[in-house]
């Protein structure tokens, strides 16, 4: 999500296997050149995220479908932004198991909400076994039912 500051936000958003929230992060960044890079920075902080809980399998989720097929079909050739394709590519590979999935931005609701909070709050806030208030309803719509 880009600002009228030059800055854009990212949010990620850490689930387990029942799909209950572990953690969470939103983060200012400094406005990057596109919305693909942005994405791909995205599912960059999304992977370190991962690597720094100490998980050992991930399904990484994300709304950009450029960036989650070229992701799935290790395809940096299609990025200006190889670097931080291997990047992200290093830290998923440091997985016992993983997979990319899209969804449509619909989908990531909890994601999206945590990134335009970042617009309003410091730098990086980390969120572990919890979400704030304000989130809380977006979590809930996108819980399975039993």
Same mark, same amino acid.
């Given at each position: 999500?880009f600002?009228?500051?030059?800055?854009?936000?990212?949010?990620?958003?850490?689930?387990?296997?029942?799909?209950?929230?572990?953690?969470?992060?939103?983060?200012?960044?400094?406005?990057?050149?596109?919305?693909?890079?942005?994405?791909?920075?995205?599912?960059?902080?999304?992977a370190?995220?991962?690597?720094?809980l100490?998980?050992?399998?991930?399904?990484?989720?994300?709304d950009?479908?450029?960036? =989650? @097929? +070229?992701?799935?079909?290790g #395809? &940096?050739?299609?990025?200006?932004y190889?670097h931080?394709f291997?990047?992200?590519?290093?830290?998923?590979?440091?997985?016992?198991?993983?997979?990319?999935?899209?969804?449509?931005?619909?989908?990531?609701?909890?994601?999206?909400?945590?990134?335009?909070?970042?617009?309003?709050?410091?730098?990086?806030?980390?969120?572990?076994e919890?979400?704030?208030?304000? =989130? @809380? +309803?977006f979590?809930?719509? #996108? &819980?399975?039912?039993?």
């Open positions: 999500m600002t009228d500051k030059g800055e854009a936000s990212l949010g990620v958003v850490i689930c387990n296997y029942a799909g209950k929230i572990i953690a969470a992060l939103s983060k200012k960044i400094p406005q990057p050149p596109s919305i693909t890079c942005l994405e791909l920075l995205a599912a960059r902080r999304a370190i995220f991962v690597h720094e100490g998980l050992h399998e991930s399904i990484l989720e994300g950009s479908e450029t960036v =989650i @097929k +070229s992701l799935q079909k #395809d &940096m050739f299609q990025f200006a190889g931080l291997k990047d992200t590519m290093f830290y998923v590979n440091s997985l016992r198991s993983y997979c990319f999935s899209h969804t449509y931005r619909k989908g990531n609701s909890i994601a999206d909400t945590s990134a335009k909070k970042a617009r309003f709050s410091s730098d990086l806030t980390v969120w572990m919890h979400v704030p208030p304000d =989130i @809380k +309803s979590v809930l719509a #996108d &819980m399975p039912f039993p």
